[in-house]
């Protein structure tokens, strides 16, 4: 007994040295499991860095041209979301600078502007913004909408004043239902904050992924007998296989882990509430499922360009199913529950809820558990695929020295 496990622990030792070599030698699974992995995370981080849009050019039309309407056009410049591009003189012009790109939308100040609000009649200013694109368009409309209605309390607000109440009076009339917003976890609403953190995990899985198919697949095409089962080991001899080679990704993508969780995080600012054991308890399940996952799939590709292709594919269907780009709750039941065969898609809400919001590991015990199930799902497919391949590559031994 004794023996074999000693002999188990040389084994594993053996494959973990002779998979890291691998890696070493293949130019293209270390521009993958490292290089990208550095590079990824930064170039996403820094276009993410501003966090909210800002400044958006847009075009004034002021078709009253008077001191109020003066007055308003220096509030629309005052919103931090909008950069007035210039006043047009018609909607025509305005039209030309939104098609010609040099605006991403139009604010109309109506004729009779000031009149009507001298005469007590409701006046409307017009806002258009380019729908097709989220971002520009949300944050367009909130700059013009909050403008608009500052200027609108303002106006009241006067009305008020000149009937005799005064400025606390007024304001308690105009606004007597005060709401008092609390932002908590991103009181910034940043998109970077949102969304680097999944995108993190992402990345570390995808690269995970296509560095150990294409190693398979090179070992594959080169015909290497690194899935053959030792003569020493029968019962369990693919385990010290899948340990050595589990072990070899693992020690790469601790140093990862470090990288793109700690270093990313500080430089860039982002949440960081929770405590690193937490997110290394957390994490050491997330890798062996991957690693596990990885080594099942890259038994069926002969050719390391196959991993890179099918990866590829992969990628925006696990950026959907995560929830980052679309609310779970929208996603099907039946697709969103598939989805879990992706580590990602237990590990993102729980790693979120660790980094942004301070949880424990109490808090996300539920998806935890699924972590630790899904694990041990992929190591025995992985232990299975290994198994078999090893006995394909042993028959194929086996004939060959028959022939002989």
Known sequence: MFKKIHKGIEMTGQFFRNEFRDIRKDSGAILILVGALMIYPIVYAIAYKSEVVRELKTTIVDLDRT?????????????????????????????????EGNSGGIVVIPQNFEKDILNGKQSNVSVFADGSYFLIYRQLLGGSVKAVG??????EIKKLMMEG???????????????????????????????????IIIILQQTL???????????????????????????GG????????????????AVNCVFTMIWIHSWFNYPNQGSYLTVLILTLPF?????????????????????????????????????LSWPASSISPIVYNLAHLFPSTIMIPAYMRVRTMGVGLHEI??????????????????????YFSALHNSKKALKASSDL
Request: charged content about 15%; overall charge positive.
């Open 67 to 99: 001191t109020t309407s003066h007055q308003l056009i220096k509030m629309l410049e005052g919103a931090e979301q909008i950069e007035i591009n210039r006043v047009a003189a018609s909607l025509d012009e305005a039209r030309n600078d939104f098609f």
């Open 150 to 155: 500052t200027f609108s309390a303002g106006v």
């Open 287 to 323: 890798l062996l499922s991957v690693i596990f996952m990885g080594i099942t799939v890259s038994v069926l590709f002969k050719r390391r360009e196959s991993s890179i292709t099918f990866m590829v594919f992969l990628s925006p269907i696990v950026v959907f199913l995560s929830g």
């Open 238 to 253: 693919v385990l010290p296989i899948l340990f050595g080679k589990s072990l070899s990704y693992l020690a790469i993508y």
């Open 209 to 235: 992924l296509i560095g150990i198919g294409m190693v398979g697949g090179t070992g594959k095409e080169k015909k290497r007998d690194s899935f053959l089962v030792p003569v020493a080991l029968k019962k």
């Open 365 to 386: 015990r539920h998806e935890y558990w699924q972590m630790l199930i899904l694990m041990g799902f992929y190591f025995c497919t992985a232990a299975l695929a290994l």
């Open 165 to 199: 109440k005064t400025y606390n009076q007024a304001s308690q009339l105009r606004d007597p239902l005060v709401a008092d917003l609390h932002f908590w976890f991103n009181p910034a609403s940043g998109y970077g904050s949102f969304v680097m953190p999944g995108i």
